[in-house]
């Protein structure tokens, strides 16, 4: 099996949650890790910092670049870009993970809030995989096994996914036409494009914008850093335009106990996620 041993993953919004997860996860092969993120002063309210985050990740035992930046600026993408590849020599794995999120019907989103979906689901996701293309391209002539993970869900046209917050589910989904598109255009040069999405709600931060949820119910970060693992290991050129669902996937490998990735011991009362029927 591959390990990422000595690869360079470029991850956005990585320095909590999911993507920390993530990151953390390559670490421990040996991975060299790029991770930008706008949260350079830590939050009481939203702990984890790309500095602590860097900490942790060169403690699972990686190489860590932490850097500051906003994707939805072209000029910053391609300056954090320049710097990872100035230190780790090139870029063999995108990440787009970060995600903003406002489950507000039409008459409750102000434009400011879907302007902020659209500039970092969307526009971010297309603009950092535009930004690592050269160099996922250069990965895939060395022989690198180059993916780009996009963190979003299968596509569905069913009403019931955009009535209650259709700002959201139109953000969520252009990045998954992210995945449909660059799948299918990429595959000339073999670098492989998936998206993955949970099959339940995971305990990130990100759940204080959803009121109610309660947290006991969920998954942590850790099963979607091991299926995000699977997939990133896999060979490039035949693991392609796929969207991934966790659990489904870690079966598909032979792991059906999930026991160790619940918030609450023994609980089988989880909450779904959304956009999986």
């Known amino acids: 099996m591959n390990t990422l041993k000595g690869k360079t993953l470029f991850i956005t919004g990585a320095s909590r949650g999911i993507g920390l997860a993530i990151a953390k996860r390559a670490a421990a092969d040996g991975a060299n890790v790029a991770l930008i993120a706008k949260t350079t002063e830590a939050n009481p309210k939203l702990p984890g910092t790309i500095y602590s985050a860097a900490e942790e990740i060169a403690a699972a035992g990686g190489q860590a670049l932490p850097i500051a930046g906003d994707i939805r600026d072209e000029a910053s993408v391609l300056a954090a ?3 990872a590849v100035e230190r780790f020599g090139g870029i063999d794995i995108l ?3 970060a995600s903003a999120i406002s489950l507000t019907p039409t008459h409750a989103t102000p434009m400011k809030r ?17 930004a690592c293309l050269p160099h996922l391209i250069r ?10 993970l996009n963190m979003s869900p299968p596509l569905s046209m069913k009403p019931h996914w ?3 917050h259709v700002a959201y589910t139109m ?14 255009e990429f595959k000339a040069y073999g670098i492989g494009v998936n998206s993955l999405w949970p099959r339940t709600a995971i305990a990130t931060a990100a759940l204080q914008m959803i009121p109610g949820v309660d947290v006991a119910k969920c998954r942590t970060p850790e099963i979607l850093a091991d299926a995000a693992y699977l997939i990133l290991t896999s060979d490039a050129k035949t693991t392609t335009g796929n969207f991934f669902i966790d659990d489904a996937l870690l079966a598909q490998h032979g792991v059906t ?7 609450t011991p023994g609980n089988k009362d989880f909450i779904p996620d959304f956009f999986v029927d």
Request: aromatic letters at 10%; one cysteine or more.
């Open 257 to 263: 106990d999930l026991e160790k990735y619940s918030v």
């Open 162 to 164: 955009f009535q209650h």
């Open 139 to 148: 990965a895939a002539e060395r022989g690198r096994n180059p993916h780009v």
């Open 81 to 83: 870009v320049a710097q």
């Open 95 to 97: 990440v787009n993970n």
């Open 114 to 130: 879907f302007d902020l979906m659209f500039g970092v689901n969307v526009r971010g996701t297309y603009l950092c995989t535009q």
């Open 171 to 184: 953000a969520k989904y252009g990045m998954s036409e992210c995945t449909l598109g660059h799948a299918a």
